[in-house]
């Protein structure tokens, strides 16, 4: 298994712009969660899934972040419009029940 | 609310030594407690998971401890090398349903 994927790695845009962050979990795995990490704040939950159904939003920081999860192997974490204080690494997690997480790689997310 | 304290700053040990970090909690009756390596550019790694009934857990040079009664973890590396240099995050977890929320890590430095 490839582990979990995530693109892009890197992304800089501009103030106002749309950003599309995509996650493809491991094959199998009922739980998807989306992080953000940063020096102040370290890894915080955004929101995550069982079984492709949304079960906690309440860490999106506001409106402009929303996620959805279509299918069991594809997650997007969209942020609309996006400004500076967005800037962070944000990670896609997965998991089989509530044993260890497998981590991706993260999309580091430079907003000017 | 719900706060998790891991040594703010950072650990320097000489290559060798066993290298001892913290986790302490608050306000979280943890059903588990599980812990994990971060290296920098790079996601979270799963290393060890213990049970609230579980006093001690061993997996080759690591050994965690779960004192509920403190309310505190601890992290040990035994015969530390410099390829254990790292961030290790902990992550106490109230229910198997619940999703882990992260204390902001220790880094440790292993000195040749």
């Known amino acids: 298994d490839a582990g979990v994927i995530q693109s892009p790695r890197h992304e800089v845009t501009e103030m106002g712009q749309e950003v599309t962050l995509r996650c493809k979990p491991i094959s199998g795995h009922d739980y998807l969660f989306w992080y953000r990490q940063t020096m102040m704040r370290g890894l915080e939950l955004l929101i995550y899934f069982n079984n492709n159904v949304p079960i906690d939003d309440s860490g999106m920081p506001e409106d402009r972040f929303s996620a959805k999860m279509p299918n069991a192997s594809f997650s997007t974490l969209k942020i609309q419009p996006s400004e500076p204080r967005d800037s962070a690494v944000y990670f896609c997690?997965?998991?089989?029940?509530?044993?260890?997480?497998?981590f991706g790689s993260g999309t580091r997310l430079t907003v000017v | 609310s719900q706060k998790i304290e891991q040594n703010s700053e950072a650990l320097n040990i000489q290559e060798g030594k066993t290298a001892t970090l913290t986790c302490n909690y608050t306000n979280y009756s943890p059903a588990y407690l599980q812990w994990y390596r971060q290296d920098p550019g790079r996601g979270p790694v799963f290393l060890l998971l213990?049970?609230?009934?579980?006093k001690e857990k061993r997996k080759e040079r690591l050994k965690v401890t779960f004192d509920t009664t403190l309310k505190q973890s601890l992290f040990h590396i035994t015969a530390s090398q410099p390829a254990d240099s790292a961030t290790y995050l902990c992550?106490?977890?109230?229910?198997?349903?619940?999703?882990?929320?992260f204390g902001k890590g220790t880094r440790l430095s292993v000195i040749a």
């Open positions: 992550a106490p977890a109230n229910s198997g349903n619940t999703p882990l929320v």
């Open positions: 213990i049970r609230e009934n579980e």
């Open positions: 997690a997965s998991s089989l029940g509530q044993a260890g997480y497998t």
